[in-house]
């Protein structure tokens, strides 16, 4: 019912930025808390940032707080990751999810949609 594609994923050198972006289409894309998930080879898969349906509020994984910034802009069904000042153990697969709830999750369970994925590389 909500399909999501991320894009701008790929290789950047440590320290380097990155701004991601996740594309909704299906059901209404604003009623959704938006989520953004990383797995690396072998690991499991870990929040990074979520942001509720009216995008006021956002949550971070302490991994990331102070470096990623998370943001949607609905009238373009769109949601955002600004990452910046990248270190090689942020290389992984970024997923963008959505939740048919209000409020930030950090859990993979309370998604209900997910995107294919898109690469990212940091190297050193």
């Known amino acids: 019912q909500v399909q999501l594609v991320e894009s701008g994923g790929g290789l950047v050198q440590a320290g380097g930025s990155l701004r991601l972006s996740c594309a909704a289409s299906?059901?209404?894309?604003?009623?959704?808390?938006m989520g953004w998930f990383r797995q690396a080879p072998g690991k499991e898969r870990e929040f990074v940032a979520g942001?509720?349906?009216?995008?006021?509020?956002?949550y971070y994984a302490d991994s990331v707080k102070g470096r990623f910034t998370i943001s949607r802009y609905n009238a373009k069904n769109t949601v955002y990751l600004q990452m910046i000042s990248l270190k090689p153990e942020d290389t992984a697969v970024y997923y963008c999810?959505?939740?048919?709830?209000?409020?930030?999750?950090?859990?993979?369970?309370?998604?209900?949609?997910w995107g294919q994925g898109t690469q990212v590389t940091v190297s050193s």
């Open positions: 999810a959505a939740d048919r709830a209000s409020r930030v999750s950090d859990s993979i369970y309370e998604y209900d949609y």
């Open positions: 942001i509720s349906w009216s995008g006021t509020n956002t």
């Open positions: 299906g059901r209404t894309f604003s009623i959704y808390a």
